[in-house]
């Protein structure tokens, strides 16, 4: 009788510790997202007529040529500056985790120095840097005399560009903690069976670290995808991202419906990749029960 009074204390402590962000949570996200999905397939209740289901809000957003071109550019964005910051990222991770030299160790700190410069920071930044008349195009002309830099600012390489930089400190840091789980002893007993580099990488390495660059991967697609800052200081008018697109067509159009479903069908895309970080990290504690 003890016992199960204490396995019912203790269980009733654990609920009691997760209720209030569970609540939070409820309250604040999933409430308000279920009430706007409702919305946007809801008619408008009209006098004498009941309110009743329709899909006429994502037809009129597909059937528009902007926003079409506006989710295809938000999405093409996402996909090359994830593509790039693998391409980054990864050597940096290989070079931090099996490197123990002082110059590792600056490497280290450079490539985190960013998550301590705020976006609005970083794009001001880039705009007198890499801007007209900026620090790269004044430094051409006067040492080299040449005119013919193309600054990436109110360009989709600007915005590629600083998201790849604003998202680089995460990412390494992700990548390094994962291939530091990859043990010394497994690598040298593997080069003392003969086994190559890459063959070491590819066979050993790369299968180890699949979680953790599902992670890197979907919390980085998320994150550029649902980004604001820096498309909005750094992009072209024309197309533009998601979150730009809908903070114009709330403030500058008044079309809140407009705005919501934009909000929804980002959030349905972004579901999906979440559902793939879910499913990794869950399966990662079945395993370890």
């Known amino acids: ?18 209720a209030p962000p ?48 506006n989710l295809w550019f938000t999405i093409w964005v996402t ?13 940096l991770s290989l070079y931090l985790r099996f490197s123990s030299s002082r110059i590792a160790g600056i490497v280290q700190v450079l490539a985190l120095f960013p998550l301590f410069v705020p976006g609005v920071i970083l794009a001001f930044a880039l705009i007198r840097y890499l801007g007209p008349r900026g620090t790269v195009d004044t430094f051409l002309r006067i040492v080299f005399n040449y005119t013919g830099f193309v600054t990436p600012y109110l360009k989709p390489s600007g915005i590629i560009f600083a998201l ?57 697609m998320i994150g550029i995808f649902g980004s604001f800052t820096i498309p909005y ?22 079309d809140r419906s407009g705005a919501e479903t934009q909000a929804v069908l980002s959030f349905l895309i972004c579901s999906v990749i979440g559902a793939l970080y879910v499913r990794t990290v869950t399966r990662r504690r079945g395993e370890r029960a």
Do not use: K
């Not at 706007?36 to 397939?41: S, Y």
């Open 79 to 91: 996909v090359v500056t994830t593509a790039l910051l693998f391409l980054v990222c990864f050597p």
């Open 233 to 254: 200081l750094l992009g072209p008018a024309a197309p533009q991202m998601m979150g730009v697109y809908m903070q114009q067509t709330f403030t500058d159009y008044l």
């Open 1 to 18: 009788m003890a016992t199960r009074s204490r396995y019912l204390n203790t269980l009733f402590a654990g609920y009691a510790l997760i």
């Open 22 to 69: 569970l609540i939070i949570l409820v309250l604040l996200i999933f409430y308000p997202a279920g009430q706007a999905i409702v919305r946007t397939v809801m008619t408008d209740q009209e006098v004498g007529i009941a309110a009743g289901l329709t899909l006429d809000r994502y037809f009129n957003f597909f059937a528009d040529p902007i926003a079409r071109s």
């Open 164 to 220: 790849v930089w604003d998202h680089i400190p995460f990412t390494v840091l992700v990548l390094t903690a994962g291939l530091r789980q990859v043990e010394d002893s497994v690598i040298e007993a593997a080069r003392d069976v003969g086994a190559s580099g890459l063959r070491v990488f590819f066979q050993i390495v790369l299968p180890l670290i699949q979680r953790p660059l599902l992670i890197v991967f979907c919390l980085n």
